[in-house]
């Protein structure tokens, strides 16, 4: 930690430095601009590892921490990460370029804009997912609308304006309330500092009437649950995600729906484990009625973009239902599964995004037998289907697995429905995968289209050994989380309801606490 | 004798702000006739260093020399030296802004800039008064003075209208303020503020509770201040008076005179009448209600753009009276720096509001900013960021303001704000709608061809990013001002 001490603040800004490089380039320049912004996105995703090399997985603790007053007493420059926000900025970093190298030929106008908006993004994400401020946290939160507000509105399809206002409109009514639960839960416990905020509520210092609670974990849960998005508050996604270039959904799908499983995680779950515990089986309901709803509609949709936007809704209701059970195995599962979505759906939305730029459409009739013309990319595509619907061997076999047995432990019931998802994510994908690569070519237009190109090939490839090395290599990530997992766990022991002394989980805070202190 | 003429001296220097104003402001009446009218813009630039050369006083009284003047009617203290430097600065921006759109439209007089100076003079008296009759000399020298400016554009209808009605309904609402002074002083003796506040003390310890007649002073004189600063249900005027007037007089109405009334509504609130709290907080908490979703809900159906941004100053009049229901320093505060916020923020939008407009105010509607953002990205970037600060996005001094009237609010942890504060983040949403729109058309929309903006001049220029800039840094770094915001509120209450 001592030999790095601003690594975090160099991986969080420096996307926005190179926002500045491309701001200088002439508007005309745009071969420049893409490979400005693919050098620095590169460039960004190496500086990150640094962070998986420097991290100590045995460490309890924040690590990279770095802490400065802000505004005031009460508001901190705080940044930290543990087992599970680390990875997530990886999957952050490691997402961008790929974005950026899919939009190489889509995006021909405006391309100054766009690069800045992606580039703006990833710092934004990356704040959120770093921040142990909760102000820090929140105004990361807001920064992440309005680049994205712009990508969908400026270089979406046809009722990209309608899909935009959509989704930043849905997304602040829950940012908002949220804000004022902030501001509330500032007001008990005196600081924004999320660590000493815990550790106040852990100590006994800072008791939430249970109503109190209640209320504040509502205003959050709402708020990062329109994000994840959980039904019924899903309505912003398949429209955000069809009228969104491929790089936008890309980043939505792949990071920005990630922001609301994080945040439960992170802040809902430890900060308020009483409500948590009240509300998880009504919670645990509407994640199953998610995860079989969204099957289900992703099944009968003709467009293939809106039926991978669905897969979102369902395969994310399956990581909330990890949340709430509140076991060690199936929260490390929706961990790895936040991950592993990320990755798979983002592939998903980048090959969809190959057959647009050859189409320029969607409509699964349009398509089919597209592995004549195109064995490459349909192969990759098939393997993409597989990874999604949890093949064993790739990866979202490990943290759906993970998920299940850990629900198991407790809700057999919760598993036995969530487990009907994994079945229709099958039917669902590979129908969807025979309609529009097997057979007979149907449409004439077909016959000619081009198989993937160096470019296409680079990202499949890459995607398709990420996939694999996921898939086989999983304990080098669980691993990594597995102390930060059972800490969460910790987090939520409070003493009034523990029977046993509630030594372990007060010392782990209150050392942190005070750790900090002293480095001060 | 000696100390005679020291004191003297030393209420000339508590005074030194207004008097600089007024001073160029007459100069520059009596320099216009000597000016050849090509070479009119000269007496812009007086009154632009009039201006600049008043905020120096200002704080110079503030490092060494702050204190009652003139036997207690005047009271500098840090908390009037603030709203000075906002109002004074927010009076130099509008006359940067002003000078090309004068020229455009073929107005460039030295009046104009003389009522700019003698109007942000009356201010400064509103926000340093320390005694209810200077406040409403103060109110009428501003008032008077914003009346003229509002009818500046002689040919136009709708700018006479506005003169008319803003005169006559503002002249009917200084009549209330007026007699709701009259009753304070029938129930208490005085009219100096403290000591109101001291009578009213004694009142309540002798009595057990407040004198009926105070309290009717204390409403009438709520219907004034509330007419002035353009809250519901007094707002009906408003969005006619804001979209008439010329569009840099616009930009001066909508934020420095507000943030001067509201000076004054903190002082005879929290002051004089800090002990009727209870009596006043619900007139508070409901014209705040009202004020937002009025504010709010009314500027969602607008196309003119000009006259959205009037309904939006309404539902931030809401959003400042959150802050003020909270009745502590902190409250203060909050109001304060949502205050030298908003007026940046305000001013910088309407500047680019009359920019665009062109020549006769005929480009306001929302179809004409369409595709601005590749015809001008940064005149586009800039509008957007007041846009963003307004909507309250964090990093912006919009959402740092509402931030600290929200955590004002709650501080008590009293239940009654809970809700208000709720109302209040709904009414964000609300309000992102619209602000959003306007950057929907400005960026998402389809370039509208037979419409091509002027080129920002470099006055102009210098206003908006003066503005831009100082949205920013109060919404990032705003440390410093929040520290003399903290001060200027603790004047007031801690003596």
Known sequence: MGTQPHLLTVVTFLPLLSVAALLLLRAEDHVWMRRIALAASLAEFAVSLLLVRGFDAAEPRYQFEEFHPWIGQAIHYHLGVDGISLFLVILTTFLTPLAILCSWQSIQEGVKGFFISLLVIETALIGCFVSLDLFLFFVFFELTLIPMYFIIGIWGHDRRIYAALKFVLYTMLGSMLMLVAIVWLYNIAGTFDYPEILGKLQSGAVLLAPRTELLLFGAFFLAFAIKVPLFPLHTWLPDAHTEAPTAGSVILAGVMLKLGTYGILRFCVPLFPGAAHRMAPAIAVLAIIGIVYGALVATVQHDLKRLVAYTSVSHLGLVVLGIFAFSTVSIQGAIYQMLNHGVSTGALFLAVGMLYDRRHTHEIKEFGGLATPMPVLMSFFLFICLSSLALPLLNGFVGEFLILIGTFEHHHAWAAWATSGAVLSAVYLLWAYQRVALGEVTVEKNRALPDASTRERVILVTMALVILFMGIASPLFTSRMEVSTNNILLQMQRPQSASRPAAAPGTVAEAAVKERRVQQ | ?495
């Open chain 2, 1 to 495: 004798m000696i100390s005679l003429a020291a004191e003297q001296h030393a209420n000339l220097h508590r005074l030194a702000p207004e008097l600089h104003l007024c001073l160029f402001g007459i100069l520059v009446m009596i320099v216009d006739p000597f000016v050849r009218p090509q070479n009119r813009r000269v007496l812009g630039w007086l009154g632009f260093i009039g201006a600049i050369l008043a905020i120096f006083p200002a704080i110079h009284v503030a490092m060494e020399n702050r204190g009652m003047a003139y036997n207690n009617l005047i009271n500098t203290d840090s908390f009037s030296i603030f709203m000075h430097v906002v109002i004074i600065g927010t009076a130099a921006l509008v006359i940067l802004g002003s000078l090309d759109y004068l020229d455009g439209e073929g107005l460039q007089r030295g009046e104009y800039y003389a009522l700019v100076l003698f109007a942000a003079a009356g201010m400064g008296i509103l926000a340093g008064a320390n005694e209810l009759v200077t406040a409403f000399i103060g109110l009428e020298m501003s008032s008077i003075s914003t009346y003229v400016l509002a009818g500046f554009r002689r040919r136009s209808p709708a700018s006479n209208e506005a003169s008319l009605k803003y005169f006559l309904l503002g002249s009917f609402a200084t009549a209330f303020f007026l007699y709701g002074i009259a009753m304070v002083y029938g129930a208490t003796g005085t009219t100096q503020i403290d000591r109101v506040q001291a009578a009213l003390e004694d009142a309540l310890n002798a009595q057990g509770h407040l004198p009926p007649l105070a309290i009717l002073g204390l409403g009438l004189m709520f219907v004034g201040l509330g007419f002035k600063v353009v809250v519901a249900p007094f707002q009906i005027y408003g969005p006619d008076v804001y979209e008439g007037a010329p569009t840099p007089v616009t930009a001066l109405l909508a934020s420095a005179p507000k943030a001067a009334t509201f000076a004054l509504m903190i002082r005879i609130f929290y002051v004089s009448f800090g002990s009727a709290a209870g009596f006043w907080f619900w007139a508070i908490w409901i014209c705040a209600v009202l004020s937002m979703f009025i504010g709010n809900l009314a500027a969602l159906v607008q196309t003119n753009v000009k006259r959205m941004l009037a309904y939006s100053s309404i539902a931030h009049a809401g959003y400042i009276l959150v802050a003020f229901a909270a009745s502590t320093v902190f409250g203060i505060t909050a109001v304060l720096f949502y205050l030298a916020a908003y007026v940046l923020m305000k001013a910088g939008a309407f500047l680019v509001v009359a920019h665009l407009g062109q020549k006769g105010e005929k480009r306001l509607e929302i179809q004409d900013y369409a595709g601005l953002g590749s015809k001008q990205p940064v005149l586009a970037a800039c509008f957007s960021l007041f846009m963003l600060s307004l909507l309250g996005l964090p990093a912006t001094a919009g959402f740092l303001g509402k931030f600290l009237a929200f955590q004002a609010a709650l501080d008590g942890r009293d239940p009654r704000f809970v809700w208000l504060v709720v109302i209040a983040a709904i009414n964000s949403v609300i309000g992102a709608y619209y602000y959003l729109r306007v950057i929907v058309a400005m960026y998402f929309w389809k370039p509208n061809k037979d419409y091509v903006p002027a080129k920002v001049a470099p006055a102009l220029t210098a206003a908006l990013f003066v503005a831009a800039a100082g949205t920013l840094y109060l919404g990032i770094f705003p440390a410093r001002v929040l520290g003399f915001a903290k001060a200027a509120a603790d004047s007031l209450l801690l003596r």
